[in-house]
């Protein structure tokens, strides 16, 4: 079994879900929610509530492996600098405590939980649903994506047939042999 | 007299200096590096150093204030996020401390230490070498911008005639309202 936490990152909201997933792939919701910072407070107090929101989570939850959504310098423009400032903060609160983190596109998250990249945010959310065999959507619904992206991080690490970096992209023959030389200390990431 | 932190984000390369301002503006410099990461280690461990590496400077140095670069949407689309999310761990190493973050944009830098918004990165390492009294341009010669921000950030708030908030913009009025709720409960900022 492996335990993902996914975060989808954001400034104002920032949607987190921790959910188990069997060997079987039958995948069970431990925790759903969006920690919240308000837009009138200091950018600086922000990135720090956030930081300190998914520490806690961590530290509560324990989960194997952070899944984070990939931020694109082509996204919302008016939002972009807040959200990747605040998945920083995701990717440092998970190192901080010993965890690898996994980043994925939105497509590729769609496209895990629905089987298409250009599903709409209800069919998600249905999907998240029947995943986890919920009675209703989760909620706040927009955590529904934070879930998505857990379970894309569980159900892709199956499949993957060529080692990738925690950035989700191939790997760079230096980080090839910096992956060896990891595992071979005994220390095996949970992403490669 | 002001002490300032200067922080020039990047993933790669991230420019620290840290400077005391006196009321006559005479200006000393205290310290200046480079915090490097490896390119081939993964994102969270990088972002984790970066983190780690401004906090042991606060540490060591106990600046008053902050003062970053203000990252851009528009700028290099290759490098943006990577900065972006290096921000975000300064702010957060900053604000775990209790420190306030200013931020501004390269063009108020290069104005506030040569008298131009459009100078050059030669211009603006001599006037840093001029402002603090030194032999030879300050090495690494990288981290002459994040000097310059220290320097920009102690210089500015003396002509500041109109409230900013931390990000550098005019207040909304809720943030009025929060600055002066704050000024009343006896915690002023440094940088209102």
Do not use: Y
Request: proline share 6%; aromatic share 2%; net charge positive.
């Amino acid at each position: 079994m492996v335990r993902v936490l996914g975060v989808d990152p954001g400034l104002t909201r920032c949607g987190v879900g921790v959910v188990d997933v069997e060997a079987t792939r039958r995948t069970t919701l431990v925790h759903v929610s969006v920690i919240r910072t308000d837009p009138a407070s200091p950018l600086e107090q922000r990135v720090l509530a956030i930081a300190e929101g998914v520490g806690l989570l961590i530290d509560e939850h324990r989960p194997d492996v952070v899944a984070l959504e990939r931020v694109f310098a082509q996204h919302n423009v008016r939002t972009v600098m807040g959200t990747a400032q605040a998945s920083g903060v995701v990717l440092q609160a998970a190192a901080a405590r010993g965890l690898a983190v996994a980043l994925h596109t939105p497509s590729e998250v769609k496209a895990a939980v629905t089987g298409h990249g250009g599903a709409d945010k209800r069919q998600v959310t249905a999907m998240v649903q029947r995943i986890l065999r919920l009675d209703a959507p989760p909620t706040p619904a927009d955590a529904a994506d934070a879930l998505a992206l857990a379970i894309c991080h569980a159900w892709r690490r199956d499949g993957v047939s060529t080692p990738v970096a925690a950035g989700g992209t191939p790997l760079t023959p230096a980080q090839r042999a910096w992956r060896a030389a990891e595992k071979s200390a005994g220390a095996p990431r949970l992403d490669g």
